[in-house]
């Protein structure tokens, strides 16, 4: 019996509350409706025929939020049952002091003519000394800094790499010491790299400002480390040089460079990283040049034929956009992979 009179009531007060208001309600507002739990009576329609638009339950939410936040003078409820929404809650008694931990005091006025006393907040922590020793820079890494800052932003660079096998190489490199001719790994590069241009003639070019210039003449610079920090030489003519006329030149070059005397020109300029194990590295193009070529360490890989190993070096090559493009770059690390890989076929005794 009690069951059934509960249901009886929840249906008399669900037919009260749709004959007070009768006119449908849109999906958007039956859906505002039902998820705030508001009697449709409650609102005001502004719509035609009275009918209460998605505006009129949004205007009643806002009304109801702002009589919630309203202080409290007399009654601790003084809204409605009928108008009272899911989301208030009772007002939230706040103390009127603060606990001691956030108390707060004003600072007493300074006084004219006295130095105020600095606050004292416990022991007071030691001063860590940093030790360092100044390093004096001269004038060559003064200026090798800031022109390589320079260079990198100055020249629209691109970038290539590539692996050359030296078997060959320094199988002709035994032969030629056995017959009492020294000469080092760098020779051959410069060697290859000045039959390299020679092939392809558009590629010894420098920008000149304004447009590509091509050079009538097959010059390498080549980075050198001296006593005094690094310096570039210019070996002239290399490609109608021997490989004994390029170490001689180079030597006698050095020892200028020493001293002041370096030169500067060509399209190229070679750096070598063998002494120094570095696998390969990204060079940096000077506004002189069009192409630098940077020789990695010799290394050995597994792969040939019956177990055996191979010994390669990594070539990077940075050149400058507005004179090689990229086919012409690639055609430019192929050639000389070819005469790396096939010295003596490809004439560079």
Request: glycine share 6%; proline share 8%.
């Amino acid at each position: 019996t009690h069951v059934h009179t509960t249901h009886i009531h929840m249906y008399t007060q669900h037919t009260h509350t749709h004959t007070l208001y009768r006119l449908p309600l849109s999906p958007a507002v039956r859906s505002l409706v039902e998820a705030n739990q508001i009697d449709p009576s409650q609102i005001r329609g502004t719509g035609p025929k009275n009918r209460i638009l998605k505006g009129d339950v949004l205007t009643y939410l806002q009304t109801a939020k702002t009589q919630v936040a309203k202080p409290v003078t007399n009654r601790t409820d003084q809204l409605q049952p009928s108008v009272r929404l899911p989301f208030q809650q009772p007002l939230i008694q706040l103390p009127t002091a603060l606990p001691k931990v956030f108390a707060t005091t004003t600072p007493p006025p300074p006084v004219l003519g006295k130095t105020p006393a600095a606050p004292t907040l416990g022991k007071t922590p030691a001063v860590r000394t940093l030790r360092y020793t100044d390093i004096l820079l001269d004038d060559v890494r003064r200026n090798q800094a800031s022109t390589e800052a320079q260079w990198k932003f100055s020249v629209p660079s691109c970038y290539a790499t590539m692996e050359c096998s030296v078997d060959a190489l320094l199988e002709l490199k035994d032969t030629l010491q056995g017959e009492g001719v020294k000469v080092d790994m760098s020779v051959f590069f410069i060697k290859a790299v000045a039959l390299t241009l020679e092939r392809l003639p558009g590629a010894n070019s420098i920008w000149d400002g304004t447009q590509p210039k091509r050079l009538s003449s097959v010059d390498v610079s080549v980075d050198m480390e001296t006593k005094n920090g690094p310096f570039s030489i210019l070996v002239k003519d290399v490609n109608t040089r021997s490989l004994l006329d390029i170490s001689s030149m180079m030597q006698k070059l050095s020892e200028d460079a020493v001293k002041g005397k370096a030169q500067h020109g060509g399209s190229v300029n070679l750096s070598f990283l063998g002494p120094y194990g570095v696998r390969e590295y990204t060079p940096t193009i000077s506004p002189s040049h069009s192409t630098s070529l940077a020789i990695g360490a010799l290394r050995t890989i597994p792969g040939l034929p019956g177990g055996g190993v191979s010994r390669v070096v990594t070539t990077t090559m940075a050149y400058d956009a507005r004179v090689l493009d990229y086919e012409m770059a690639c055609r430019w690390l192929e050639e000389m992979k070819k005469t790396i890989e096939s010295p003596a076929a490809q004439g560079l005794l």
